[in-house]
């Protein structure tokens, strides 16, 4: 009950600033960290970012920045956008207990996600991340990173690109101070490496890139949709989580991001398949009608987009 009420509390806090859009005005203005962490449920904290793209405006931190506090250190979820980010949430910690940080993990290899490596790993934290993840890291992550500094700028200070010293590729378990972590890689879903930390006696789930419900699911070159779906509706669901942080937006449950992960991506591969079967071709697909789900943040950005490449994938299914 403890838990519950102190969800409830949270969610109506970010009620009030659920569309998290570049409209609106950062949260913190005295952090680089776009809102204050605040606590979800006992020991377990989150700094929600901004469901709008990277911007000089709120440093990057456009996911969601959580820390697990235990008896003996703290477990970090996400490296943050770059090195100061990292140094910001760092602050923060430090304001709720003097535990040190004991493993940083990153939900997947994206710059939001991995960026700030360099800042834990410069004070000797292990950064735990799945095989692929490393792998889009080491592949891609100088681009990244230059990416990065063209909308950070000063901000940019001191990142590096440092790839997690430790991976894992189905689960990894870790015990800290009594707490117990499963982290998990359910199947593919949104990009490379997805991961899930789940906290199996508080029912938690800080869920990752598998879950949307605020902005829009981006569904990048690589994604597979109908993999995405498949991974949702089986292990993920089966996990039976009370609670959920997703990667982006303000915590919730199991049906709100079904409705906002699962709703968009079969709605959206319905109508492209009837698209497909009328003859439609590429050019016209990027106007199938997504009216339903334009309430979500960076609908503008990523919509067409989504649907050129889910025409892409399922004209070859």
């Known amino acids: 009950m403890k838990h519950l009420k102190t969800l409830t509390a949270a969610a109506a806090l970010c009620a009030g600033m659920a ?15 776009y809102s204050k962490p ?6 377990v904290w989150s700094a929600i970012g901004a469901t709008a793209p990277p911007t000089y405006e709120n440093s990057g931190h456009n996911n969601n920045l959580s ?15 770059s090195a100061r980010l990292a140094a910001a949430l760092h602050e923060e910690i430090k304001a709720v207990t003097d535990q040190p940080v004991k493993l940083v993990i990153n939900e997947n290899g994206q710059g939001h996600a991995m960026l700030g490596n360099s800042y834990w790993a410069d004070l000797g934290v292990d950064i735990l991340a799945h095989e692929e993840a490393i792998a889009e890291v080491e592949a891609h992550g100088h681009e990244i990173l ?8 000063d901000k940019a200070e001191g990142t590096r690109v440092v790839p997690a010293n430790l991976s894992f590729s189905d689960s990894y378990e870790y015990e800290l101070g009594g707490t117990t972590f499963e982290v998990l890689h359910l199947g593919p879903a949104h990009g490379p490496g997805d991961t899930q930390v789940w906290l199996p006696e508080q029912s938690m789930m800080i869920a990752g890139d598998i879950a ?7 569904i990048f070159a690589d994604t597979c949709t109908s993999c995405w779906v498949e991974t949702f509706e089986g292990p993920f669901m089966d996990m039976n989580p009370t609670y959920i942080i997703p990667g982006h937006g303000h915590p919730t449950n199991m049906p709100v991001v079904y409705e906002g992960t699962m709703g968009y991506i079969k709605d959206l591969r319905a109508k492209i398949g009837a698209h497909l079967d009328e003859g439609g071709d590429l050019a016209s697909a990027y106007y199938v009608d997504q009216s339903n789900w334009e309430h979500l943040d ?16 399922m004209e070859w299914e």
């Open 146 to 153: 230059e990416g990065m500094k063209r909308y950070n700028r």
């Open 67 to 81: 820390f697990v506090v235990t008896s003996e250190g703290v477990v970090v979820i996400n490296g943050g956008a």
């Open 38 to 43: 605040f606590q979800v449920i006992e020991n």
């Open 298 to 313: 960076t609908f503008e950005e990523l919509a067409t987009k989504n649907a050129g490449r889910v025409f892409e994938e």
């Open 212 to 218: 949307f419900h605020t902005r829009m699911p981006p």
């Open 19 to 33: 569309a998290a859009s570049e409209d609106i005005a950062d949260q913190y203005p005295q952090s680089e960290l």
